[in-house]
């Protein structure tokens, strides 16, 4: 076990870091562990990366719990999509090869970042963010097409499921801008929809088998991103929305290339 205790550190900064942009931290952990587990099989890596990402999701949705951020009405409606999905994936995942996995993380990523920097404009509505309350409260009820977010919801789902990640990084802009929500709702909320994304991918991955050989260093990234998901947490309602989408943006682009770059 003490060859794993430096992933506890790792596990840290992605938990402080996809907390604040209210992702899993799935699209950060991924990458790292295909580039130091070169020879690992994609469902074990994608079984790995889901198990930490529920920790992480389940320590920032605590937090945020606490800040009264999550709308949990739209959260249930997300993951009435996101169950079916995410088993459907991780019953992918077995099929693909590691250069096919490692290019189709890729070019998700690009897209993702793409489009968050083409439209980078998008601000907090009038009542919309919860700063100025000062028990957290946002004010407004956020008003929605429920079939959007049953769709969105599987589309997260399967992608989380067959990668290994929480989906954060298309949910949250998805919610910001197809059904408005505020984007500091929107990260809470996202946070709280990946517990039960995750822990869903994950089970069908113990079932399946092909997590039983990450299981050390799931341990160890867990205890990390736990700790890193209270410090995302607290510093978040300090970061205008703007820039959390813009950093979001910015760290897609930089792990699609890299991941393009692995498959070729």
């Known amino acids: 076990m003490e060859q794993y205790l430096w992933l506890i550190p790792v596990g840290f900064a992605i938990g402080a ?23 690992e099989n994609p469902e074990t890596i994608a079984s790995i990366s889901l198990a930490v990402v529920f ?76 700063q100025g309350h000062p028990e957290g409260e946002w004010g407004r009820p956020l008003r929605y097409n429920p079939a959007i977010g049953l769709g969105v919801g599987f589309l997260v789902g399967y992608i989380s499921g067959l990668l290994g990640i929480g989906g954060g990084f298309i949910e949250v802009p998805a919610m910001v801008y197809l059904l408005n929500f505020p984007v500091h709702i929107a990260t809470a909320t996202s946070q709280f929809i990946q517990v039960i994304i995750a822990f869903t991918g994950t089970a069908t991955h113990v079932v399946t088998g092909a997590f039983h050989t990450g299981v050390r260093r799931t341990i160890s990234l867990s205890v990390g991103v736990v700790l890193g998901a209270q410090l995302g947490a607290r510093i978040s309602g300090r970061v205008r929305g703007d820039w959390i989408i813009r950093g979001l943006a910015v760290a897609l682009a930089f792990v699609g290339i890299r991941l393009i770059a692995m498959a070729f």
């Open 17 to 39: 870091y996809a907390t604040l942009i209210g992702a899993g931290g799935g699209f950060v952990l991924v990458p790292v562990l295909l580039l130091l587990y070169s020879k």
């Open 55 to 130: 920790f992480n999701a389940l320590s920032g949705t605590v937090a945020y719990a606490r800040a009264k951020r999550i709308d949990y009405k739209s959260g249930f409606i997300f993951s009435i999509g996101t169950v079916p999905g995410s088993i459907l994936g991780a019953l992918t995942t077995p099929l693909l090869t590691r250069r096919i996995f490692d290019l189709i993380f890729g070019i998700l990523m690009i897209a993702a970042s793409a489009f968050l920097l083409l439209f980078p404009q998008k601000r907090e509505q009038p009542g919309g963010d919860h």
